[in-house]
C-alpha cells in the first residue's frame, strides 16, 4: 500500500461504515468515496482529486498539496490546514466552522458561496481567488495577500483584514460592517455601493479606489489616505469621522472623532427629539341611570 493509502485509511476508522462495500483503488484518482476524514495526513499529496462534500472534522492537513482538487460542497469543521497548498482548488459551496487555513495558497482557487464562520484565514495568498458571494463573517485574513481577489456581493461583516493586500481587490456590493481594515493597501480597489458601516480604516491607502455609493456611516478614517479616490463625495464623509492625517481628494473634508471610538462617535450629533407622550385613555361611560318607575 502506498504512503497515501496508509494516510487515508488512518484518516477515518468509520469509513468502511460509510462506504460499505465499495472499494476504492489507491491509484484511483476518483476519491469521492472516502467521504468523512478525520487524523492526521500532513503533507499528503491529493492534487487534482475528486473530493466532493467530503468531510474533514478535526482533521489535521497541514502543508497538504491539493492543487486543482474538486472540493465543492466540502466542510471543514475545526480542522488545520495550515500552509496548505489549494491553488486553483474547487472549493464552490463549501463550509469553514472554525478552521485553521493559516499562510495556505488559494491563488486562483474558486471559492464563490463559501461559508465561514471564524474561520482563520491569516497569511493566506488568495491572488486572483473567487469569493464572490461568500460568507465570511468574523474571518481572520490579517495579512492575507487579495490582489485582484473578487469579493463583490460578500459578506466580511465583523471581519478582521488588517495589513491585507487588496490591490485591484472587487468589493463592489460587498457587506463589509463592523469590519477592521487597519493598515490594509487597497489601491485602486472596487467599493462601489459597499457597506463599511461602523468599520475602522485607519491608516488603510485607498489611491485610485472607486467609492461611488458606498456607505461610510460611522467609519472611523484616521490617517487613511484616499487620494485619487474616485466617487467620494461630501454626503459619504459627513457620516465619517477621522483627523487632520486623513489624506482626501481636494475640496472633500472629515470631522474629527473627538477620541471616540468609531460605533460611538455619532452621539455627538443631535440626538432626535423624544415622541410625543401618548394620549390619556378615553374615561369610561358612565353606567346608565336605572329606570324611574
Not at 497569511?123 to 495577500?145: C, F, K, P, W
Not at 468609531?262 to 394620549?279: D, N, S, V
Request: proline residues 5%.
Amino acid at each position: 500500500m502506498s504512503r497515501l493509502g496508509v494516510s487515508i485509511a488512518a484518516l477515518t476508522l468509520s469509513l468502511a461504515a460509510l462506504t460499505g462495500p465499495a472499494q476504492a483503488s489507491i491509484e484511483d484518482k476518483d476519491v469521492a468515496k472516502l467521504t468523512s476524514f478525520g487524523g492526521m495526513c500532513a503533507n499528503c499529496d491529493l492534487a487534482g482529486r475528486k473530493l466532493m462534500n467530503a468531510k474533514f472534522t478535526g482533521a489535521t492537513f497541514v502543508k497538504a498539496i491539493l492543487i486543482g482538487a474538486d472540493l465543492r460542497g466540502a466542510m471543514f469543521y475545526g480542522s488545520n490546514f495550515g500552509a496548505a497548498d489549494l491553488s486553483r482548488a474547487d472549493l464552490r459551496g463549501a463550509e469553514m466552522r472554525g478552521a485553521n487555513f493559516i499562510g495556505a495558497n488559494f491563488t486562483d482557487a474558486r471559492m464563490s458561496g463559501v461559508e465561514s464562520s471564524g474561520a482563520n484565514l491569516q497569511s493566506t495568498t488568495m491572488v486572483r481567488v473567487d469569493l464572490s458571494s461568500s460568507e465570511l463573517h468574523g474571518s481572520q485574513l490579517i495579512g492575507a495577500n487579495l490582489t485582484k481577489a473578487r469579493l463583490s456581493n460578500a459578506e466580511l461583516t465583523g471581519s478582521s483584514l488588517q495589513g491585507v493586500n487588496a490591490r485591484d481587490a472587487d468589493f463592489s456590493n460587498s457587506d463589509i460592517n463592523h469590519a477592521n481594515l487597519t493598515g490594509g493597501r487597497f489601491e485602486g480597489a472596487n467599493f462601489r455601493n459597499a457597506d463599511l458601516t461602523s468599520s475602522i480604516l485607519r491608516g488603510a491607502i485607498f489611491t485610485g479606489a472607486d467609492f461611488r455609493n458606498a456607505d461610510l456611516t460611522m467609519a472611523v478614517l484616521t490617517g487613511a489616505d484616499f487620494t485619487g479616490a474616485r466617487g467620494l463625495d461630501q454626503d459619504q464623509l459627513d457620516e465619517a469621522c477621522g483627523d487632520g492625517g486623513v489624506r482626501l481628494p481636494s475640496g472633500l473634508t472629515v470631522r474629527p472623532c473627538n477620541g471616540l471610538r468609531g460605533a460611538h462617535f455619532m452621539l455627538l450629533r443631535e440626538m432626535p427629539k423624544a415622541p410625543p407622550a401618548p394620549p390619556a385613555p378615553p374615561a369610561a361611560p358612565k353606567p346608565p341611570k336605572p329606570p324611574k318607575w
